[in-house]
């Protein structure tokens, strides 16, 4: 072992000293809700809990407050005759479904799923073909509003929308993403232009979260299920921040030597077990706030150095980290995602050497066409700046070794990316 390492084990055991003085003053991170769920569990957690407290007939005996307080903090006060509104859950396989006879808000819910084929267009065709209101003929598009609920994601994909295989019958999202326009010849909905909005857990949610807990402060289990959900809703977002020190904040601190130990665990001798089994256990988290801030730092790079006409082409850059309750494993993705759906994809060791590029011709397809190299993120500028590449990334999706070659050519220079 090296005088490094034996250092490091050294600070460690200092640090778990001081972690453990901590709880024994009561510091603690416990929340009930994470101790039987997983804190992304779109169903069975948060699309219950949003429920819960948004119908005006739950158990809470608040009436329609939770309710009043999200339309206003999503901009739609007036929106809904409150005295007659219900609250439904999973209502014709819609995530959440209100509705107060006349008009009526479907709430697709995302927290880490992939939009599924014309999801979003199916619900509104379930509701405009509803016998709820029985007189059909009450029931027009300008009553419909749909509310895509994610972390953090800029809109709904082309996909979900129904803009899949060529289809000439799909719904567009307006370019001040207030609306969804329909493009088709159905009868029923040509013309059809339907509310749109884009809600975030990590922004509006939580500022309503905390507008909840403020009018029920004062009745005790209620501003305690709602902190505890709230600290849920931080954790997706990124912004919870622990009460005492963390194992994985000492790792991100010694992130280069905890990496190394990471890596070559099975080396190290039964003295050291125990320490090893906590870098072991706790390593992945860490790695995976370092691959957020690596996607961040390719998107104000690509800001940086491309000009407008081409980084306008970009609608979203994340990260995509094998993690969770997935078994733990060494490969991790960075997707860039043009306007046209199409997806390119960086693959990484987990120490952060770019080994492949992947392109795909939608969200969910295999890949199409693979080029190995020693890529960097420039790579990534070279690709982007050639209108040619996405034109035929756009129309041609079969592997194609021509294809390849000229996106090899792309590659001009080489800029190797920090490892931390």
Same mark, same amino acid.
């Given at each position: 072992m090296?005088?490094?390492?034996?250092?490091?084990?050294?600070k460690?055991?200092q640090?778990?000293?001081k972690?453990?003085?901590q709880?024994?003053r009561?510091?603690?991170?416990?929340?009930?809700?994470?101790?039987v769920?997983?804190a992304?569990?779109?169903?069975r %957690?948060?699309?219950?809990?949003?429920?819960s407290? %948004?119908?005006?007939?739950?158990n809470h005996?608040q009436?329609?407050?939770?309710?009043?307080?999200f339309?206003?903090?999503i901009g739609y006060?007036?929106?809904l005759? $409150?005295?007659?509104?219900i609250?439904?859950?999973e209502h014709? !396989?819609?995530d959440?479904y +209100?509705?107060?006879?006349?008009k009526?808000?479907? +709430?697709?819910?995302k927290?880490n799923?992939?939009?599924?084929?014309s999801?979003?267009?199916r619900?509104?065709?379930?509701?405009?073909?509803?016998k709820?209101?029985?007189?059909?003929?009450?029931?027009?598009p300008?009553?419909?509003m749909?509310?895509y609920?994610?972390?953090?994601?800029k809109?709904?994909? #082309?996909?979900?929308?129904?803009?899949?295989n060529?289809?000439?019958?799909h719904f567009?999202?307006s370019?001040?993403?207030k609306?969804l326009?329909?493009?088709?010849?159905?009868?029923?909905?040509?013309?059809?232009?339907i509310?749109?909005k884009?809600?975030h857990?990590k922004n509006?949610?939580?500022v309503w979260l905390r507008?909840?807990q403020?009018?029920?402060?004062?009745?005790?289990?209620?501003?305690e299920?709602?902190?505890? !959900?709230?600290?849920v809703?931080?954790?997706?977002? #990124?912004?919870?921040?622990?009460k005492?020190?963390q194992?994985e904040?000492?790792?991100?601190?010694?992130?280069?030597?905890?990496s190394?130990?990471?890596k070559?665990?099975?080396?190290?001798?039964?003295?050291?077990?125990?320490l090893?089994?906590?870098?072991?256990?706790?390593?992945?988290?860490?790695l995976?706030?370092?691959y957020? %801030?690596?996607a961040?730092?390719?998107v104000d @790079?690509i800001?940086?150095? %491309?000009?407008?006409?081409?980084?306008n082409?970009?609608?979203?850059?994340?990260?995509?980290?094998?993690?969770?309750?997935?078994?733990?494993?060494?490969n991790h993705y960075?997707?860039?995602?043009?306007?046209?759906? +199409?997806?390119i994809?960086?693959?990484?060791?987990?120490?952060?050497?770019?080994?492949q590029?992947?392109?795909?011709?939608?969200?969910?397809?295999?890949?199409?066409?693979?080029?190995?190299?020693?890529f #960097? +993120?420039?790579?990534f500028?070279?690709?982007?700046?050639?209108?040619?590449?996405?034109?035929? $990334?756009?129309?041609?999706?079969?592997?194609?070794q021509?294809l390849?070659? #000229?996106? @090899?050519? $792309?590659?001009l220079?080489?800029?190797?990316?920090?490892?931390?």
């Open positions: 090296t005088e490094e390492v034996k250092n490091f084990f050294d460690m055991e640090f778990k000293e972690q453990n003085k709880k024994q009561g510091l603690n991170d416990y929340n009930l809700l994470t101790t769920l997983s992304d569990d779109e169903v %957690l948060h699309s219950r809990v949003l429920h407290l %948004l119908d005006p007939h739950g005996y009436g329609s407050l939770f309710l009043e307080l339309l206003k903090v006060e007036n929106i005759n $409150l005295e007659n509104t609250v439904k859950l014709k !396989y819609i959440l +209100i509705t107060d006879g006349k009526h808000i479907i +709430i697709e819910n927290i799923a992939e939009d599924q084929e999801q979003i267009k619900y509104i065709e379930k509701i405009m073909n509803s709820e209101p029985k007189d059909i003929s009450i029931l027009l300008e009553d419909i749909v509310i609920l994610s972390i953090d994601r809109e709904p994909s #082309k996909c979900s929308l129904g803009e899949v060529n289809s000439d019958e567009k999202l370019t001040d993403s609306r326009d329909y493009q088709g010849l159905d009868g029923k909905l040509k013309d059809c232009s509310e749109f884009l809600v857990y509006e949610i939580l507008d909840c403020y009018e029920v402060q004062n009745i005790t289990n209620l501003d299920a709602i902190r505890q !959900y709230k600290e809703v931080e954790i997706i977002s #990124k912004k919870y921040k622990s005492s020190a194992i904040d000492f790792l991100r601190e010694n992130f280069e030597i905890s190394r130990v990471y070559n665990k099975k080396y190290y001798t039964s003295h050291d077990k125990e090893v089994n906590e870098i072991s256990n706790h390593f992945p988290r860490t995976d706030d370092k957020n %801030l690596l961040n730092k390719i @790079k800001k940086e150095k %491309l000009g407008k006409d081409i980084s082409k970009i609608k979203d850059v994340n990260p995509i980290i094998l993690n969770g309750n997935k078994r733990y494993t060494s960075i997707d860039l995602i043009l306007e046209n759906d +199409i997806r994809q960086l693959m990484y060791k987990n120490d952060f050497n770019l080994i590029i992947n392109v795909y011709n939608s969200i969910k397809d295999n890949p199409k066409i693979t080029c190995k190299n020693d #960097k +993120i420039n790579d500028y070279k690709l982007l700046t050639n209108e040619e590449s996405i034109k035929e $990334l756009s129309e041609k999706h079969a592997a194609d021509g390849i070659d #000229k996106l @090899k050519k $792309l590659i220079e080489y800029d190797k990316e920090p490892k931390s």
